[in-house]
């Protein structure tokens, strides 16, 4: 089974901090995506990633960042925590390619984050 | 204009009945569809693709309309445990990307 492992479930941060998500994935993907979900909203692509060390904007990339070292690993990056950043952020793998198996998308099991 | 569209619902639906949810899409581009499902506080997971000839998953079946540009989802014979949010999810041709409709809340009934 595919594993995409966020390690911080549940984090509250002041205004102003810098924040951290991590995010590691087991399955050799190549593809690697930060999604933010609000009410109403739906999913909301921030980031992603099809190799390391590459990084694309999605929808709304502003106020975060994103570094990918490692194949396994993304991590986002709040580089000045604002309250309107509260949210559950979900991270999420994939494999590259065409193919309709190359599309499905797994995700980990969500950060909420909280900025007070 | 959304990329994807739902009806956010709630559905409220007595168990046993049946339920459609439909979804349109804005770009003609493309090429691939799915269904997810995502409970409450919980990370979304896939419950079907859907193929341009039509699927069936047990009490699933998924339909793709290209000509109009959406996609549907029929759960026949409905239990408690269908209750969820339902996602529309579509892929463009020649991008890793997948773009997710907002969600459809089905509540079943008992």
């Known amino acids: 089974d595919v594993k995409v492992t966020q390690s911080s479930r549940y984090l509250v941060k002041r205004t102003g901090e810098k924040v951290f998500l991590e995010c590691v994935q087991d399955m050799d993907h190549e593809n690697m995506f930060w999604y933010r979900q609000d009410p109403g909203l739906g999913l909301r692509l921030i980031y992603f990633s099809y190799d390391v060390k590459m990084k694309e904007k999605g929808d709304i990339p502003e106020g975060y960042s994103v570094s990918r070292e490692k194949k396994e690993r993304f991590s986002l990056i709040l580089e000045s925590a604002s309250t309107n950043q509260t949210s559950m952020y979900l991270c999420a793998s994939s494999l590259i390619g065409t193919g309709l198996s190359g599309n499905t998308i797994y995700f980990g099991e969500g950060s909420w984050l909280t900025v007070v | ?110």
């Open chain 2, 1 to 110: 204009r959304k990329e994807v569209e739902q009806d956010p619902g709630p559905f409220n639906v007595p168990e046993g009945a049946t339920v459609a949810f439909n979804c349109t899409y804005s770009n003609s581009a493309s090429q691939s569809f799915f269904w997810y499902r995502q409970d409450c506080r919980k990370e979304p997971k896939l419950l079907m693709s859907v193929y341009s000839s039509g699927n069936e998953d047990g009490r699933f079946t998924a339909q793709l309309n290209r000509a109009s540009q959406y996609i549907s989802l029929l759960i026949r014979d409905s239990k408690l445990s269908d209750s969820a949010t339902y996602l529309c999810v579509v892929r463009d041709f020649g991008n890793e990307k997948l773009t997710f409709g907002t969600g459809t809340r089905l509540t079943i009934i008992p």
